[in-house]
């Protein structure tokens, strides 16, 4: 399971992208609108719109792994878990204000080094209809951020 | 394919930092960030290669490749899927790449950190732009087809070479909206590039060096490819390494270090584009400005077009100086000289001229006017032509290749610098004359 420090640092103004791969190992990939921390971190599900990630959620059906990365702008702080369990669940309407608030978060981390708000928000415009939720056990963590130890596995999740 | 990628390349630069999925070969995906893509034609992409880690090792045992890349303009998302090639460590490409990111890794306080090992080239099989709202493109602030149009009738119309460099200088301000630029001529037989054109800076530094391979301007000059880099970086602070590499080289005698060179003190965006005509190095245009990410891929585009017009013509010019001569003008002796005369001391080691014990200018220019003054003073010759300078043997030029007539702009501009009283004016193709206001005392050691 993901510890408390790792499962605050995701829910806080991070860029998420999650990707799974198919049978010929074609990688496919999505960002993310948001994540919810599930069990004290025993499970991690991540907001996609349905629309953007046929290919990834097909893949994920298909294989249940998923790479799924965090990262935030000021810091580069980067953080990649892993999973083999991952399975596709209906959004549930309840979590909408999850996204709103990663969202404004994500804009209030950005917007300060240059980015224009109105284009972070085009590509974080989640029409309610269109969203999905992928959810997994993280079964492994490795630090990212950019120098020498990236790809180094922080302790066992 | 549906999305061309030269019309997106906005997305490579890194502005929103682009993602890379592979997957290895227990069929597990891996993620992780991109520092930079390279634009190499639209069927083919480079990416760094920093360290070695799982999306390497996934790469080298086959995983197909997949980006995500976004526009920091329009928010519009895009897929790429790539086919890895080979890895280049060494020329053009790779260099291209380590100036770039020698300015992201500054940027992000890694200096320390980030090093290109290699540049991998891949070759991009499908770009796929993801469903979702998008912004209009804002409207560019030059429309470089209109400014190249103007250009090239503006540089057609010039007459020589001096009146050329002006123009192309002053177009890059006018209709470019580039407000800081120098002009580079390439001294093939020393090694050396010397300003001989600047726009944009408190002091012209015309006359100052740089040797090829220092610098972003040295490299540009030696790789003979664009360098573009979008943050501020030591590393390639032309100024600075200049010195260090020249006296590694043992050579810090013969650079020109008395003429301080032009610059802003911290530019945060700078390019340099290699000025070539019939496979010949003949200089660099360089430009920069405060700004991070000022210029992007039109902008480079847009220069070196710019650079390959005013390479042709450049050229043109020279072989025009050297080749035709018009008829001498009618000879004026020089009027005898009243007042207090002018000290021109002359240091055959090394050419240098000083005028009344200020420096002025060493090298081939420096023995080029220690011979116009010479026969000046002894034949009150005042008319020369380019041809017989360049056989001169008391000029010794590097070359025949060598710019006879950009040395010459070069000494007129110095000359006009210092307001000394000595002047230097064409008179027609392959000609010019020289005028002198005091009398001169010449003192050679």
């Avoid at chain 2, 400014?147 to 301000?173: F, H, I, K, M, P």
């Avoid at chain 2, 002091?203 to 540009?220: D, M």
Wanted: glycine share 8%.
């Amino acid at each position: 399971m993901l510890d408390s420090e790792c499962a605050a640092f995701i829910e806080t103004g991070v860029s998420i992208s999650l990707a799974a791969c198919g049978p010929d190992r074609m990688p496919s990939m999505s960002r993310g609108l948001g994540c919810k921390v599930v069990d004290g971190g025993q499970q991690i599900s991540i907001f996609l719109r349905r629309s953007q990630s046929a290919e990834l959620l097909a893949n994920i059906r298909d294989s249940s792994r998923v790479a799924n990365v965090f990262s935030l702008p000021s810091s580069n702080r980067t953080l990649q878990l892993k999973g083999s369990d991952a399975r596709i669940v209906p959004f549930a309407a309840e979590d909408l204000r999850i996204i709103e608030r990663h969202v404004a978060d994500f804009v209030l981390e950005v917007v300060p080094l240059g980015m224009s708000e109105a284009v972070v928000r085009a590509i974080l415009a989640y029409p309610p209809d269109d969203l999905v939720a992928v959810t997994y056990s993280p079964a492994a963590a490795f630090s990212q951020t950019p120098g020498p130890k990236a790809g180094e596995p922080l302790a066992a999740p | 394919m549906t999305v061309r990628l030269d019309t997106i390349r906005e997305c490579l630069e890194g502005v929103i930092p682009g993602h890379i999925a592979t997957c290895d070969t227990e069929g597990m995906p891996n993620l992780a960030y991109l520092s930079q893509v390279q634009f190499i034609d639209n069927e083919h992409v480079a990416l760094s290669y920093q360290f070695f880690n799982r999306t390497r090792q996934n790469i080298l045992a086959g995983s197909p490749v997949r980006l995500l890349l976004t526009s920091h303009l329009t928010g519009a998302q895009y897929r790429l899927t790539l086919a890895y090639l080979r890895t280049e460590t060494a020329g053009p490409l790779f260099e291209q790449m380590k100036a770039k990111l020698a300015g992201i890794a500054s940027h992000e306080g890694m200096s320390e950190v980030f090093r290109l090992r290699g540049s991998d080239v891949y070759r991009l099989i499908d770009i796929e732009q993801v469903t979702g709202a998008t912004l209009a493109l804002p409207p560019p602030v030059v429309n470089y087809l209109t400014a190249l149009r103007r250009t090239t009738g503006r540089l057609a119309g010039c007459d020589s070479l001096a009146r050329l460099l002006e123009t192309a200088l002053d177009c890059l301000g006018s209709e470019f909206a580039i407000d800081h630029v120098m002009l580079l001529m390439h001294d093939e037989g020393r090694g050396r590039l010397y300003t001989l054109a600047s726009r944009g800076y408190p002091e012209s530094g015309i006359g100052s060096e740089i040797p090829v391979g220092a610098g972003i301007i040295g490299i540009c000059a030696r790789e003979r490819i664009p360098i573009r880099i979008g943050f501020m970086t030591s590393e390639y602070a032309y100024g600075r390494s200049i010195r260090r590499s020249v006296e590694a080289d043992g050579q810090g005698d013969s650079l020109e270090t008395a003429i301080p060179l032009p610059g802003l003190p911290e530019a945060g965006s700078q390019m340099a584009i290699p000025i070539t005509a019939f496979d010949r190095l003949l200089g660099v245009l360089y430009v920069e400005n405060v700004a991070d990410l000022h210029f992007g891929y039109d902008d480079e585009d847009a220069l070196v077009a710019f650079a390959a017009q005013l390479g042709l013509a450049m050229h043109h010019h020279q072989q025009t100086e050297e080749q035709a001569e018009d008829a001498p003008p009618a000879e004026v002796p020089a009027v005898p000289l009243a007042g207090p005369s002018l000290l021109v001391r002359h240091f055959a080691a090394n050419d240098s001229v000083f005028l009344d014990d200020d420096y002025l200018i060493k090298g081939v220019a420096g023995a080029i006017l220690w011979t116009l003054l010479s026969d000046f003073v002894e034949r009150r010759r005042t008319s020369f032509t380019n041809k017989g300078l360049r056989v001169d043997p008391r000029i010794r030029l590097p070359g025949v290749s060598d710019n006879l007539e950009a040395r010459l702009v070069l000494l007129q501009r110095r000359l006009e610098e210092r307001a000394a009283g000595i002047h230097l004016a064409k008179t027609g193709r392959g000609r010019f004359s020289l005028a002198v206001d005091r009398p001169l005392q010449l003192i050679s050691s």
